[in-house]
């Protein structure tokens, strides 16, 4: 897939995987869209791809477990007038007794 110029909505990418995919849109041309928690490693991540692949970067810095999370997303992307392309959705965290509790 061709991701040049692709907006790619990154969720978890602060760090682990998530750190890696971001990485690795940029390295392909894909201007991204950063959520986490951590403030400070995202705006760290994003001076970095956007000197080393001279692509665009948003950071949002939001707890994406707190109540109305993606609506301020949304809400975000809507005012600065944004278009997501692709979503990777990687932040999150799942156990096995939550999901037996579900069942």
Not at 10 to 26: H, P, R
Not at 42 to 59: D, G, I, S, W
């Amino acid at each position: 897939m061709d991701y040049a110029n692709k907006t790619i909505l990154l969720t978890g990418a602060s760090s682990g995987i998530g750190l890696e995919f971001a990485q690795e849109l940029a390295k392909k041309g894909g201007n991204l869209i950063l959520v986490a928690r951590s403030k400070e490693k995202l705006e760290e991540l994003a001076t970095k791809l956007k000197n080393l692949y001279h692509v665009n970067v948003k950071v949002l810095s939001i707890d994406l477990a707190k109540s109305g999370a993606a609506e301020v997303i949304y809400n975000e992307l809507e005012d600065n007038n944004k278009e997501v392309d692709i979503l990777i959705n990687n932040a999150g965290v799942g156990t096995l007794d939550y999901l037996d509790r579900l069942c």
